[in-house]
């Protein structure tokens, strides 16, 4: 969703840690971010050591909603002391599970059990999106988290701050959003012709969020390359920022940008929308999809390279889609049955399709050995879905190691190759040279580029990742 040029600066991590607990958004919010599973099983506290013959005390509620019954703590105390507290195991999400340490042998009254790990420090999400160079998660909190490239301020270390109640939010390339439980949309990062939507043309970056003017009832949104646009509840859509190549879908011409709210015209019953970074599509309710924006890559899917279109147009022949992506020069749609189509630009392979003759497809193509997709994803150059079986596979430009396969050649890929060390992904996301994936416990693992530190594991030397390493603190 979001790719233009690359900005250099010391990894830094912003987090804000909400109070409400927040897990997808609005009744009909239709268009949000794939949300993750329920925060993951939480460590069981150790009891207390036991009486002479009698069972300790239960240990502690985890953290994170563990679901079923920890395994009991520790071990039998012998007769003169009771038994060391253990840390109770976690179950699937749910309630606390509580950790019960056995008593001593039949004795002296033990001493109390050490207490176990309360899980107090690991977070969990529930989203995640990739910018440009950084990437951020959704925390169960309804807190936002991000790390990566900082050099508009982007990663919102000035504050995404104290936000609580956000339920989806989007990265893109120099910038991001999120939206509030209350409707209302804050963004951060780079300002560059009105992409932050706060009304003001003095192109200040903010590493603060600011809100969005003229702009209520949203139920998504999604940041681009210098624009944003946002789904409003009964299936409209309004857009902001650049407006060179006629990505905010109002039919002007040829404007610079708009640093407030306009309508898309022609759209109605939307149920989701994808900014990429020159270009705007949306799917509608049925199935079908719209998409206006550039076209020099054939990224509109309308069978010709247009060049510039101004107001939403068709794109024959796709139905059935349940998820929509737009990249840098290529968009992607997740069919109901599972199947993945592409078009656009097909330099790296990124559309899938096993063909290695670099042409551009302006009308969609199946990506060819890609089946039961749950989710996608589409970057600059390369593309990734999340398997039913909760495997991941990613397609096209491997340069920095971003299709995850753990090859040092790192040649381009034409089909799809499988990620290393995936097995419980609930949904995958793209940056210009990176990606990420959220696994069902909430924990969150990425890999490639790393010269921002936008894979996120605190590594010294940020070198980039050819297979999944897990997110610092998750």
């Known amino acids: 969703m979001r790719w233009w040029m690359l900005g250099l600066l010391a990894p830094i991590i912003s987090l804000s840690c909400g109070e409400s607990s927040k897990s997808g958004g609005p009744d009909d919010n239709a268009g949000a971010t794939s949300g993750g599973a329920s925060g993951s099983a939480g460590r069981t506290g150790g009891g207390s050591g036991g009486a002479s013959g009698t069972a300790g005390t239960a240990g502690a509620a985890g953290i994170g909603g563990g679901g079923t019954s920890g395994t009991s703590g520790g071990s039998a105390g012998s007769s003169a002391t009771g038994g060391v507290g253990g840390a109770g195991s976690g179950g699937t999400a749910g309630d606390g599970g509580a950790g019960a340490a056995e008593g001593g042998a039949p004795g002296d009254t033990g001493a109390a059990g050490e207490a176990g790990d309360s899980g107090d420090d690991v977070l969990h999400a529930v989203s995640i999106d990739a910018g440009g160079d950084h990437s951020c998660a959704l925390l169960d909190t309804g807190g936002v988290l991000c790390w990566g490239s900082n050099a508009d301020g982007q990663v919102g270390d000035g504050s995404p701050s104290r936000m609580t109640d956000v ?12 939206v509030q439980a209350s409707g209302n949309v804050k963004c951060w990062g780079q300002d560059l012709f009105g992409a932050l939507g706060n009304g003001l043309d003095n192109l200040d970056d903010k590493a603060s969020p600011v809100d969005v003017i003229d702009l ?26 650049d407006d060179w190549e006629g990505q905010l879908g109002n039919g002007s011409d040829g404007e610079m940008g708009h640093e407030s709210p306009v309508d898309v015209e022609n759209l109605t019953n939307a149920i989701a929308i994808t900014a990429g970074t020159n270009h705007t599509c949306a799917i509608i309710e049925g199935g079908t999809v719209r ?184």
């Open 216 to 241: 209520v009832d949203a139920i998504a949104v999604t940041a681009g390359g210098a624009h944003t646009c946002a789904l409003v509840r009964g299936g409209t859509a309004k857009c902001w920022g």
């Open 291 to 474: 998409c206006w924006g550039l076209d020099l890559g054939g990224q509109l899917g309308n069978g010709a390279t247009e060049g510039i279109v101004r107001s939403p147009m068709d794109v024959p022949g796709v139905d059935e889609v349940v998820a929509l992506e737009a990249g840098a020069w290529h968009t992607c749609a997740l069919r109901a049955n599972g199947a993945v189509l592409c078009w656009g630009t097909d330099n790296y392979g990124q559309l899938g399709d096993g063909d290695d003759d670099e042409v551009d497809e302006p009308s969609p193509v199946a990506v060819t050995t890609v089946t039961g997709a749950t989710s996608i994803a589409v970057g600059a150059v390369h593309t990734c879905a999340t398997l039913s079986g909760g495997t991941v596979q990613c397609w096209g430009g491997d340069e920095y190691g971003q299709i995850g396969d753990g090859d040092d050649g790192q040649a381009n890929q034409m089909s799809a190759a499988d990620v290393l060390g995936l097995a419980d992904a609930v949904t995958v996301t793209v940056g210009f040279d990176h990606t990420c994936a959220l696994g069902e416990t909430g924990v969150v693992l990425c890999w490639g580029r790393d010269v921002d530190g936008q894979v996120g594991n605190g590594g010294v030397g940020q070198v980039d990742k050819l297979a999944p390493v897990v997110v610092q603190g998750f």
């Open 167 to 178: 339920v989806q939010l989007s990265a893109g390339s120099f910038h991001t959003c999120a």
